[in-house]
């Protein structure tokens, strides 16, 4: 048995800016693709050092 030990009430204007968030996300995504799990395994890997480089050039 299991128990719901959150509860979350949202007002009627909070859902609307919910998802007039989600719509202009999903707008400003639209280049994104979808790839095939056959894609993503032909995709390269990076290997340690070359996640390493990435992030320093991105600041992460």
Do not use: F
């Not at 128990?3 to 204007?13: E, G, P, R």
């Not at 998802?19 to 693709?33: M, N, P, R, Y």
């Not at 095939?36 to 320093?56: C, H, Q």
Request: proline share 0%; charged share 25%.
């Amino acid at each position: 048995m299991s128990k719901n030990l959150a509860t979350l009430n949202l007002s009627d204007a909070e859902v609307t800016a919910i998802d007039a968030t989600i719509a202009q996300l999903e707008q400003q995504l639209s280049g994104l693709v979808a790839l095939s799990n056959t894609d993503k395994r032909r995709a390269a890997k990076l290997g340690e050092k070359s996640g390493i480089s990435v992030a320093k050039r991105c600041g992460c």
